[in-house]
């Protein structure tokens, strides 16, 4: 699922800087919006990050000329994703919506960075591992805490995954799957410096966060 959103977000990144004039760009960068906007719409979160990601980057963000072609709706609705998939506390906003009453119910798919990260964050929060020894004592112990913990996390993201009433298109999925593979690599910053200089020939000007 990783090797996916990686490949996704290279590939929005990939497909608006291949475009030689800024209309054209800009068009790249409205069809994706209305891409994400779909996803959004449809629960499937980890798409929604993957494609946001790919147009929050600096590589994409900064080319003023083609923001200049988006229209103004598709801005306002990406500034609105943005708010969603903030990577803040863990994407704090996000995993609210994953963790609403009504979500569980419907078709969902969560974003697993997220439960990654908490599963990181409680394996380094709980030092005591299974089988040390307690101070002041010669028993091991079994920190009890940590695998609730891990537990709980598991659970919730086991209970989020909701199926989704849509006839596979196999042909479809391979062909998405070939295109992502084309844009992955294992460090997802082996094609960031290409992307910035690419970014710069196209448009010389610096303008970051273009899109507040």
């Excluded at 964050?121 to 010669?138: A, I, M």
Aim: charged share 20%; aromatic share 10%; proline share 3%.
């Amino acid at each position: 699922m990783c090797q996916l959103t990686n490949g996704i977000s290279n590939w929005v990144k990939e497909s608006a800087l291949t475009e030689a004039e800024p209309n054209a760009r800009g068009y790249v960068i409205e069809t994706w919006i209305l891409i994400a906007q779909h996803l959004f719409q449809l629960s499937n979160f980890d798409g929604l990050v993957a494609v946001t990601s790919g147009l929050d980057d600096t590589s994409v963000l900064r080319l003023k000329q083609s923001w200049d072609a988006v229209s103004i709706q598709a801005k306002e609705s990406f500034r609105s994703l943005r708010r969603i998939v903030d990577p803040s506390e863990n994407r704090k906003t996000l995993r609210a919506l994953f963790s609403s009453s009504s979500a569980p119910r419907l078709p969902f798919l969560a974003f697993l960075g997220s439960y990654l990260s908490q599963l990181v964050f409680t394996d380094e929060y709980h030092k005591v591992k299974e089988g040390e020894v307690s101070s002041g004592s010669d028993e091991k112990i079994i920190n009890w805490e940590k695998y609730a913990r891990i537990a709980s996390i598991v659970k919730g993201l086991v209970s989020n995954q909701q199926p989704f009433d849509i006839v596979p298109d196999i042909e479809l999925q391979m062909w998405i799957g070939k295109k992502t593979l084309e844009f992955w690599c294992a460090d997802q910053n082996c094609l960031q410096e290409i992307y910035y200089q690419r970014s710069k020939f196209l448009e010389s000007a610096l303008m970051v966060h273009v899109v507040p």
